[in-house]
């Protein structure tokens, strides 16, 4: 099982940036994909982005699109969300999880919290 753990969320107001970052324990790490989730309060865990491992590939909600964008650093085994024009709707706690292999489940972070304020 891998160990994520995710920094970089805070308070900011409509309209600013945040960057999350995701880093992996271990000396090397690889997977199938990294994805970003989030959980607002009393909503459901929802799907943010992904990036395949194997060739940065990237997905995202069509909430986020155009606003959010996911990099990775290999040197770092670290994983990336940069959002920027940000709303109060994106207000959630955020998760990073690991897909190591297709079919597989994830490893999950312990999650980062980001508070949009209008």
């Known amino acids: 099982q891998v160990q994520l753990g995710e920094s970089g969320g805070g308070l900011v107001q409509a309209g600013g940036s945040l960057r999350l970052s995701c880093a992996a324990s271990?000396?090397?790490?690889?997977?199938?994909?990294m994805y970003w989730f989030r959980q607002a309060p009393g909503k459901e865990r929802e799907f943010v982005g992904r990036?395949?491992?194997?060739?940065?590939?990237?997905h995202y909600a069509d909430s986020v699109k155009g606003r959010f964008t996911i990099s990775r650093d290999n040197a770092k085994n670290t994983v990336y969300l940069q959002m920027n024009s940000l709303k109060t709707e994106d207000t959630a706690v955020y998760y990073c999880?690991?897909?190591?292999?297709?079919?597989?489940?994830?490893?999950w972070g312990q999650g980062t919290q980001v508070t949009v304020t209008s």
């Open positions: 990036i395949y491992w194997r060739d940065d590939t990237t």
């Open positions: 271990g000396r090397t790490f690889s997977a199938y994909a």
């Open positions: 999880a690991a897909l190591k292999t297709l079919g597989g489940s994830f490893d």
